[in-house]
Each structure stands twice: as structure tokens, then as C-alpha cells.
């Protein structure tokens, strides 16, 4: 198992967000966590980077990333891509992107990677010389996932990747993530408020409550489900 969490309590001063979570990831899979506003979604991506105090254990390839400082747990291959975006609005496209290389080495490979993520991105491509900030959300969140590849991941936590976006966008979108998974065997851990879109691109599923896991399965039986369907998906 790629990724593996038990018993994850999370904190935010005093007051208890996560409470016991047990869930796992394995190579290459694609993993969402459901559930509504307030759930605790946000804060187990935030505490798997190690940006909260928290108990429990999280262990990825078999090293625990407790206590390790979140540029620690980037060098291990874990990506975070944050709500709303997180580029450098000042910046242009292609300094964005070498950002996302900035724990790397090789001038040589880092050129190359861009041109990879180009290559997933051609809009990127078109505005390379462009300030960030002048992208459209769509862009910007092309650029956000991109700026994630440059580490070369092999989990990408992605958190509400479809907010503020069109449909059209955000059905483009998930279409590349589909094939980032397919063709470069990147894991991900997908918060997704559009229930539907994130179980369709799923494996598994975890369904969140108050902190809690309250239901867990593959992905197709979790959209099934009565209560899911009624809560998350609207029919």
C-alpha cells in the first residue's frame, strides 16, 4: 500500500476536526473523499502535508510522515494542489512552472517536463509569457495541476478542483487528470464537491461526516448507494 492512515486526528487549536480516520491508497489509484461543507475533507489533504497538528499515523511507502516538515513530504513525491488555485498571480505561466521544480536538479529534465506538461496542456503553451493572474480560472487551474506535475508526483492531493469552474471546463479537466492517472501512473486523492464527476473518475470512496468516516467502498458502489445518491447526487 502506497499510502496508509490510521486513527488521524487533526487539530485546529483546541477544537478536534478529525477523529480516528483509517483509509488507504494504493500505486496508481485514484481515491475521492466525499462529504459536505465542514466535513473535514480540506483538513485530512492539509494534514497529510503536515500543515496541522494531528495524531495518528500516516505512513507513505512505509515511512511515516509524522513530524517531517511539508517540504520533506513534497521530496517524497506527494503534491498538493489547494482550493483555489495557489498561482503566482504576478508571475507567468512558464515561471509558475519552473516553481514547481524548485526541489529539483537537471536544467535539462526540468526543460523537458514542461514541455511534458505543454503537451497535457496545450492552452498553457499558448500563454506561457502570460502573468497568471490574467488566466481565466480554467487556466489557472490547468496551470495549479501542472505547476504539481513538475515534481514528478506519485500522489497528487487534489482539493475541489472543479470550483468556480464551467462544466465544459471542469469535464476537460478531470478528462486529463483521467489520463495523467492513466498515462503516468500518478495516484490522487481528489476532494470534489460534483460527487458524480469524482466518483466516475474513482476507484474507491470515503464518505465523511463530522470528522468521521461513515461509509467507505469502491467508487461505483458508493454512487449506487440510496443515501448517496439522494445526499450527493441529487436523484
Known amino acids: 500500500m502506497m499510502l496508509e492512515v490510521r486513527q488521524l486526528c487533526a487539530f485546529y487549536g483546541e477544537n478536534q476536526a478529525l477523529h480516528g480516520l483509517d483509509f488507504a491508497l494504493d500505486e496508481g489509484n485514484i481515491v475521492t473523499l466525499l462529504g459536505?461543507?465542514?466535513?473535514g475533507k480540506t483538513t485530512?489533504?492539509?494534514?497529510?502535508?503536515?500543515?496541522?497538528?494531528?495524531?495518528?499515523?500516516?505512513r507513505?511507502?512505509?515511512?511515516?510522515l509524522l513530524g517531517r516538515a511539508t517540504e520533506d513530504i513534497v521530496r517524497l513525491g506527494i503534491a498538493h494542489v489547494p482550493e483555489g488555485r495557489g498561482t503566482f498571480v504576478r508571475m507567468t505561466v512558464e515561471e509558475n512552472?519552473?516553481?514547481?521544480?524548485?526541489?529539483?536538479?537537471g536544467r535539462t529534465a526540468i526543460a523537458a517536463d514542461?514541455?511534458?506538461?505543454?503537451a497535457h496542456f496545450p492552452r498553457l503553451k499558448e500563454r506561457r509569457a502570460q502573468t497568471a493572474?490574467?488566466?481565466?480560472?480554467?487556466?489557472?487551474q490547468m496551470l495549479a495541476v501542472g505547476r504539481a506535475l513538475m515534481l514528478r508526483p506519485r500522489l497528487m492531493l487534489l482539493d475541489e478542483p472543479s470550483f468556480g469552474l464551467a462544466p465544459l471546463i471542469v469535464e476537460e479537466l478531470f478528462e486529463i487528470l483521467r489520463r495523467l492517472n492513466r498515462e503516468l501512473g500518478v495516484a490522487m486523492l481528489i476532494v470534489e464537491q460534483n460527487a458524480a464527476l469524482a466518483l466516475d473518475l474513482a476507484d474507491h470512496a470515503y464518505l465523511l461526516e463530522t470528522g468521521h468516516i461513515v461509509m467507505a467502498g469502491p467508487a461505483q458502489e458508493i454512487g449506487q448507494?440510496?443515501?448517496v445518491r439522494r445526499s450527493y447526487l441529487g436523484y
Open 44 to 58: 485530512t489533504l492539509r494534514a497529510l502535508c503536515g500543515m496541522i497538528r494531528l495524531s495518528g499515523e500516516i
Open 225 to 227: 448507494d440510496e443515501a
Open 36 to 39: 459536505a461543507n465542514g466535513a
Open 60 to 64: 507513505f511507502d512505509g515511512k511515516s
Open 133 to 140: 493572474g490574467t488566466l481565466s480560472g480554467g487556466e489557472q
Open 97 to 105: 512552472l519552473q516553481l514547481g521544480a524548485m526541489v529539483r536538479h
Open 114 to 118: 514542461i514541455e511534458q506538461v505543454y
